[in-house]
T-cell receptor, first 116, second 111 residues
Framework: GAGVSQSPRYKVTKRGQDVALRCDPISGHVSLYWYRQALGQGPEFLTY????????KSGLPNDRFSAERPEGSISTLTIQRTEQRDSAMYRC??????????????FGPGTRLTVL | GQQVMQIPQYQHVQEGEDFTTYCNSS?????IQWYKQRPGGHPVFLIQ?????EVKKQKRLTFQFGEAKKNSSLHITATQTTDVGTYFC???????????FGAGTRLFVKA
């Protein structure tokens, strides 16, 4: 079956522009995570959704970052007024359930964001 | 907040040698996961450990969870070039869903 997909795979934007990154999780997966991964580092947690509810957004760096998952499936991570320090790989992951204690996460290929 | 320390940062081995990476936490963990990320790829789940002192094996990979549930290790016996990549441990903050990844151990295998 299809895995987690993300689009676009690459995004180059100018400083000050807004960007929207999309994540399409595995069908039926309840939990959805967004991460940011710098080169040579582990994924850094940004936010978590259980169905459509954003249950943890403690990792969002500032108020320029927001995320939604309105119908409990596809999710969008939006960065407003991008800055060069926002350049990174943004990864989405989904898991079948976050409440059972077992949450094998399936990662998407990521969106490489470059802010000029 | 929750943190995990992972060592070493890098490891170069000759093919056939063994490899071990360690993950340490200052607090007791409910569980710990291990992921592998190939160069240019995305993290792929390997295993989750839950019980104190648990040991699990997957072919040449052996995973251990410490008795105090504060540390874990991944050991690869007789490395192969296909083992190349970065190995991450990941833990959840207590009572929540935030997942914290270690910095990873990057494994280089020379044929």
């Amino acid at each position: 079956g299809a895995g987690v997909s993300q689009s676009p795979r690459y995004k180059v934007t100018k400083r000050g522009q807004d960007v929207a990154l999309r994540c399409d999780p595995i069908s039926g997966h309840v939990s959805l995570y967004w991460y940011r991964q710098a080169l040579g580092q582990g994924p850094e947690f940004l936010t978590y959704f259980n169905y459509e509810a954003q249950q943890d957004k403690s990792g969002l760096p500032n108020d320029r970052f927001s995320a939604e998952r309105p119908e409990g499936s596809i999710s969008t991570l939006t960065i407003q007024r991008t800055e060069q320090r926002d350049s990174a790989m943004y990864r989405c992951a989904s898991s079948i359930s976050g409440t059972s204690g077992y949450n094998e996460q399936f990662f998407g290929p990521g969106t490489r964001l470059t802010v000029l | 907040g929750q943190q995990v320390m992972q060592i070493p940062q890098y490891q170069h081995v000759q093919e056939g040698e063994d490899f071990t990476t360690y993950c340490n936490s200052s607090t007791t963990l409910s569980n710990i996961q291990w992921y592998k990320q190939r160069p240019g790829g995305h993290p792929v789940f390997l295993i989750q450990l839950v019980k104190s002192g648990e040991v699990k094996k997957q072919k040449r990979l052996t995973f251990q969870f410490g008795e105090a549930k504060k540390n874990s290790s991944l050991h690869i016996t007789a490395t192969q070039t296909t083992d190349v990549g970065t190995y991450f441990c990941a833990v959840r903050n207590t009572g929540g869903f935030k997942t914290i990844f270690g910095a990873g151990t990057r494994l280089f295998v020379k044929a």
